[in-house]
């Protein structure tokens, strides 16, 4: 093999890997990517049952109740409108987890129409907020972000 | 006054390198062998800048231990009841103070350089002094002028803010400095590699000047890495090891390009081939540092640790990302072609293995670059998608398990040209290990495909780690090599746990009151108690959890709840009982109205070998640098005594004319 054809053959065969890998994760994005929803899109376009997803919205207040075992809640969550959704979760609650403060459930919707959520993500510290939660109206995110603290610092 | 020295510091150390950078410049413009006038410039500027930079960082640390809440910066980050340890660690863990590590570091490598490194054409290191100065400017100019750490209050404030609670944790003393010691090593090999592709000098002379640097930053890449997970692992409560996140890539992505440099710069070292390949590496690992850089300064990403969220920083260093990535591989096309073409070898070889391997480092870095992108992409269309693990860990598996094959047996071929049926017993015996691992895993329980291949490949590895040292003296073996074998083996090791983890962890989430019991895996536990404590600036539940396993003695464990005042936030804090084979986690959560509390427990066996291997793999890197460096030293050593020899000879043969 001549000296320019191994450089050719190798450069190549890097090329196929690179864009093979490009390929595949383009692919496996399309299919694996987590897809955000609001309350509200969840409501009118819901996504199909076992997909893993994203919900992200308020905890409506007076909605989180707490089943026998102790560990398994449920609870409301809503948008900029009306619609919310029912979701249940079994697991420690995140720290700054309460009533009025933003979440963001990750999931799956059941066939019962109720969000199944494997991970609750809250807001984290004054600095943090779920970055979902940012465009959803200057109100509502103030609304969330403020002071979710005060309830836990009992 | 401490702040205003600071500050000058960093004004002259800036001035230096533009210093550096001209007089580097020179030296390209000088003939070989020719000294230019202005060319001298370039070592003093580096080592100078080193020096003041150094101080600058030193006086930052100083405003920080005695709380000078006149910086802007100490007020906005500490508090005078802050512990000590934590006022210093204080110092990066924020914006501002961490770019001044950044650039302390980079100044300091840079001195290193310019101090010790004689091996190199003073060409070649005219350039390469030029590129490192070139890239300390732009930080000089990032810190200088959109976020000085030095900053005067016009009132000196009454009390500091505090510390994120979260930071407030001994593994931030050590976990940020390490990966930006890595980050920052690159960018040594990244200015080498641009002096010798500027001056033609793509050989292996450079290669040995630039490995102890790029193996000294993958060292400290790979135990920032290996420390960060074990942090993120103890301190954030969820009991996972490595969440993919984003900030998380931000430190893979540079341990990926620098394991395949690391491994194509030992062949052109000892080979003398892919020597363009080399500098395309090069280029892309301290590209991978530039964009893990912006990626956490920047804040444009979600995540616990993008504590700095201002967009006008980001451009900055997005404007800076684009000229040292952009120049960098402008210069490489223009170039490269003027590189001669390094020696040839069979696809059957270690060389072979080793690019076969190097394709799928690069093919696993593409792999998690757009996954981590991905989700900045689509926001541009206002699309809001995350990605995780169900994109990560299939999509890199598919080119990890092929490359863990590879590297099974590249180690045993030789190199230039090999027949593979020269060593067909060590693959068959590899082959039934995995084979044979797997079928055993698989007849005792279901498991995901994954973890069931992680182990088998890890035992194979495991085995074939050690297979290079077959039929040699053991006594006789070069340390480097045992740096390799042990660095291979960390990886098996680490495939172990993090296989295990996912294929054998048991999980018991339950509300118990105080006196119940409940049981994980081998374990009993029994809630004894849930009692309020407090620290120096947190108050927190604590529960006492007596664990036994087996009906043995019980164990108390202490998981807490904690709420800081300053600032007012809460943390989980995890108790975790380690054993041998595995280690308990445990979490305290809220307290149900009935009265019981949350207790999530894991069981997770040989969860510990993840971050034994991560010390394993490092701990072969640095074996292989004092390999390196000893042989290098004797090498220099014997130089040195043949120059002597001549010289006397020289001496002795000033009368040749006499004896004639």
Request: aromatic share 10%; proline share 5%; no cysteine.
């Amino acid at each position: 093999m001549k000296a320019k054809h191994q450089r050719l053959v190798l450069i190549i065969a890097a090329l196929i890997a690179i864009i093979g890998a490009g390929l595949i994760a383009a692919w496996t994005l399309r299919n694996q990517a987590n897809y955000f929803y609001l309350p509200e899109q969840m409501a009118a376009t819901p996504p199909a049952a076992g997909q893993a997803v994203r919900l992200g919205g308020m905890v409506q207040p007076g909605s989180l109740a707490t089943e026998a075992d102790g560990v398994t809640v449920n609870f409301m969550v809503t948008g900029n409108t009306e619609d919310a959704i029912p979701v249940r979760y079994s697991g420690i609650l995140p720290d700054l987890f309460v009533e009025g403060s933003g979440v963001v459930a990750e999931g799956s919707l059941g066939a019962n129409g109720v969000f199944m959520a494997t991970n609750l993500l809250a807001k984290h510290d004054e600095n943090y907020v779920p970055k979902e939660l940012e465009g959803m109206g200057t109100a509502q995110a103030a609304k969330m972000a403020a002071d979710t603290t005060v309830g836990l610092t009992q | 006054m401490i702040a205003e020295i600071g500050l000058a510091a960093l004004w002259l150390a800036a001035a230096l390198a533009v210093l550096q950078m001209v007089s580097g410049a020179f030296a390209l413009r000088s003939a070989e062998g020719e000294a230019n006038p202005l060319a001298i410039y370039a070592r003093p500027a580096a080592v100078m800048q080193a020096l003041l930079a150094g101080l600058a960082f030193t006086m930052l640390v100083w405003a920080f231990a005695v709380t000078d809440l006149s910086v802007k910066l100490v007020a906005a980050n500490s508090h005078s009841m802050k512990p000590m340890i934590y006022k210093l660690t204080g110092t990066w863990g924020n914006h501002e103070g961490s770019m001044l590590l950044w650039v302390g570091v980079l100044a300091l490598s840079g001195g290193l350089i310019a101090l010790f490194e004689r091996r190199l054409p003073e060409r070649t290191m005219g350039a390469t002094l030029a590129v490192q100065g070139f890239v300390a400017l732009g930080f000089y100019a990032f810190l200088l002028l959109s976020s000085n750490p030095f900053e005067r209050l016009p009132v000196p404030a009454v009390e500091g803010s505090g510390l994120n609670p979260l930071l407030q944790d001994i593994g931030l003393a050590f976990h940020p400095p390490t990966l930006y010691a890595g980050y920052v090593g690159l960018s040594v090999a990244f200015s080498l590699a641009m002096g010798a592709l500027l001056t033609r000098e793509v050989n292996p002379t450079f290669a040995r000047v630039m490995r102890p640097w790029v193996l000294g930053a993958w060292v400290l890449l790979t135990f920032g890495i290996t420390a960060g997970s074990y942090w993120a692992y103890y301190e954030l409560g969820w009991g996972g090891w490595w969440f993919w996140d984003p900030v998380e890539n931000a430190s893979l992505m540079p341990w990926l390009a620098a394991t395949a440099l690391l491994h194509s710069v030992a062949v052109l070292a000892a080979r003398d081939a892919l020597r363009t390949w080399t500098i395309m590496l090069g280029v892309l690992a301290f590209s991978m540092s530039m964009l893990g850089t912006f990626l956490v300064r920047s804040g444009v990403l979600t995540s616990v640790h993008a504590f700095a969220v201002d967009p006008q920083r980001g451009a900055f260093i997005l404007v800076l990302l684009g000229l040292y990535i952009g120049g960098a591989f402008t210069i490489f096309a223009l170039r490269a072609g003027a590189v001669a073409e390094g020696k040839r070898f069979s696809f059957s070889s270690r060389e072979g293995a080793l690019v076969f391997n190097n394709v799928m480092l690069s093919a696993i870095l593409a792999i998690v670059l757009l996954g981590t992108l991905y989700p900045l992409l689509t926001e541009a269309f206002d699309v809001r998608v995350s990605v995780g693990p169900p994109y990560f860990n299939p999509a890199s598996a598919m080119f990890a398990i092929p490359m863990f094959l590879v590297m099974a047996v590249g180690p045993l071929l030789r190199w230039k040209e090999d027949s593979p049926r020269r060593i067909r017993f060590e693959v068959l015996l590899l082959a039934a290990i995995l084979i044979g691992v797997i079928g055993l895993v698989s007849f005792f329980g279901q498991f995901a495909l994954l973890p069931l291949l992680g182990l088998g490949l890890a035992a194979a590895l495991g085995v074939a780690a050690f297979l290079p040292l077959r039929g040699r003296k053991l006594t006789r073996v070069p340390v480097a090599t045992w740096g390799m074998v042990m660095a291979h083996f960390g990886i098996a090791v680490s495939l172990f746990g993090m296989a295990s983890e996912g294929a054998f962890t048991q999980e018991r989430l339950a509300a118990v009151a105080p006196g119940g019991s409940e049981q994980v895996g081998d374990f009993t536990f029994t809630l004894q108690s849930v009692n309020p404590v407090a620290g120096p600036n947190w108050t927190a539940i604590e529960a006492r959890i007596a664990v036994s396993r087996d009906g043995g003695a019980p164990v108390i464990l202490t998981p807490q709840a904690r709420n800081f005042w300053s600032p007012a936030q809460a943390t989980s804090e995890s108790a975790l009982l380690t054993r041998w084979d595995g280690q308990l986690y445990a979490v305290i959560g809220n307290q149900a109205a009935d009265g019981r509390w949350q207790i999530r427990m894991w069981w997770k066996p040989f969860v510990t070998f993840i971050w034994y291997g991560g010390l394993l793999i490092a701990l072969g890197g640095v074996l292989a640098i004092i390999g390196r460096v000893r042989v290098d030293m004797k090498r220099r050593k014997a130089v040195s005594l043949g120059d002597e020899r001549r010289a006397d000879l020289e001496a002795l043969g000033v009368q040749p004319g006499l004896a004639e």
